[in-house]
């Protein structure tokens, strides 16, 4: 089992910078790959970035290329979201999600992550 707890969550104003932190704990050797993941209230959960951790492939939703960087510390088990330049509609509980098989093309698709973190709440006000 793999255990996964994120940081860094908060209030900003629109235009604003956050830091969000997950760190795995567990058996983490099994690990393929991490993302985040976020549900705003009333709409579904939606991908926001990836990262693998053998060769270091990144990934990105649309909507927050260019403003969020992710990066991976795989010695410290620990993945990290830079949010830059943020805008109301960021507005969304985020998760960290953690696979242990290649997802190849659908690292977007949530069902092929295994565990989950319990969110960060990230508040973006205009």
């Known amino acids: 089992q793999v255990q996964l707890v994120e940081s860094g969550g908060g209030l900003v104003q629109a235009g604003g910078s956050l830091r969000l932190s997950c760190a795995a704990s567990?058996?983490?050797?099994?690990?393929?790959?991490m993302g985040w993941f976020r549900q705003a209230p009333g709409k579904e959960r939606e991908f926001v970035s990836a990262?693998?951790?053998?060769?270091?492939?990144?990934y990105y939703a649309d909507s927050v290329k260019g403003r969020f960087t992710i990066s991976g510390d795989n010695a410290k088990n620990t993945v990290v979201l830079q949010m830059n330049s943020l805008k109301p509609e960021d507005t969304a509980v985020y998760y960290c999600?953690?696979?242990?098989?290649?997802?190849?093309?659908?690292?977007?698709?949530?069902?092929?992550?295994?565990?989950w973190g319990q969110g960060t709440q990230v508040t973006v006000s205009s």
């Open positions: 999600a953690a696979s242990r098989f290649n997802p190849g093309n659908y690292y977007y698709l949530s069902p092929k992550y295994d565990y």
């Open positions: 567990g058996r983490t050797t099994s690990l393929y790959s």
């Open positions: 990262i693998t951790w053998r060769g270091g492939s990144t």
